[in-house]
Nanobody, 117 residues
Framework: VQLQASGGGLVQSGGSLRLSCTTS????????MAWFRQAPGKEREFVAR????????SYADSVSGRATISRDSAKNTVYLQMNSLKPEDTAVYYC???????????WGQGTQVTVSS
């Protein structure tokens, strides 16, 4: 199963980005999807999660109120809209899929987000 993440880049503090993660139709609707991030020298951390139907989401406290996770079944894509970005949001962002077994077995390649102050 391949997950393809995109949308990262360099943005100024206070700016916005929308990350995208696409997988095949065969798998997308079966996955609980999430975003994680890993900053230099730090462990990977959870950012946001969305259930299969798209009506259940959860967020890390660090991004709550600034991030919105969503999914589009017609495009087999999950999105992470990040607003009011801060330098501490700088990290490689990864999308991940859980078949419902309680762990994220499938991972995208990561997309770099850099927020300048």
């Amino acid at each position: 199963v391949q997950l393809q993440a995109s949308g990262g880049g360099l943005v100024q503090s206070g700016g916005s980005l929308r990350l995208s993660c696409t997988t095949s139709r065969n798998f997308f609707n079966k996955f609980i999807m999430a975003w994680f991030r890993q900053a230099p020298g730090k462990e990977r951390e959870f950012v946001a999660r969305i259930n299969r139907s798209g009506d259940g989401t959860s967020y890390a406290d660090s991004v709550s109120g600034r991030a919105t996770i969503s999914r589009d079944s017609a495009k087999n894509t999950v999105y992470l809209q990040m607003n009011s970005l801060k330098p501490e949001d700088t990290a490689v962002y990864y999308c991940a899929g859980d078949r419902g077994v309680g762990r994220y077995e499938f991972w995208g390649q990561g997309t770099q987000v850099t927020v300048s102050s």
